[in-house]
């Protein structure tokens, strides 16, 4: 349901950037908060930020606080994650991941409350 496309190359050195973007086939993202979250080898899947299904309302961890910001357009069926000043510890691969909600400003932020995963994307931050 939700396709996870990297803007960009994934290898970068730190204090790149780089854009995801998210995008659903056959549905309409506007009615999903959608949320991005991150799993490095050996580690749990973690939380990185979210947004609402109208985009009013965000949460990042605390480890993107300041350095990362997520963004949608619903008029493409679209969401975004910039993401600057990369770390080597941004090291991961990358998901997308969307939740049915009824209210607008809902956010999605736990791994075990998504209802559709997309396939995740690979972003390496060299030293």
């Known amino acids: 349901m939700c396709s996870c496309r990297r803007l960009g190359g994934g290898l970068v050195q730190a204090g790149g950037s780089l854009r995801l973007s998210c995008t659903a086939s056959?549905?309409?993202?506007?009615?999903?908060?959608v949320g991005w979250f991150r799993q490095s080898p050996g580690k749990e899947r973690e939380f990185v930020a979210a947004?609402?299904?109208?985009?009013?309302?965000?949460s990042y961890a605390d480890s993107a606080k300041g350095r990362f910001t997520v963004s949608r357009d619903n008029t493409k069926n679209t969401v975004s994650l910039q993401m600057n000043s990369l770390k080597p510890d941004d090291t991961a691969v990358y998901y997308c991941?969307?939740?049915?909600?009824?209210?607008?400003?809902?956010?999605?932020?736990?791994?075990?409350?998504?209802?559709?995963w997309g396939k995740g994307t690979q972003v390496t931050v060299s030293s």
């Open positions: 056959g549905r309409t993202l506007s009615s999903y908060a």
């Open positions: 991941a969307a939740r049915t909600v009824r209210a607008i400003a809902t956010l999605a932020t736990t791994v075990g409350g998504m209802d559709y």
């Open positions: 947004i609402s299904r109208g985009g009013g309302s965000t």
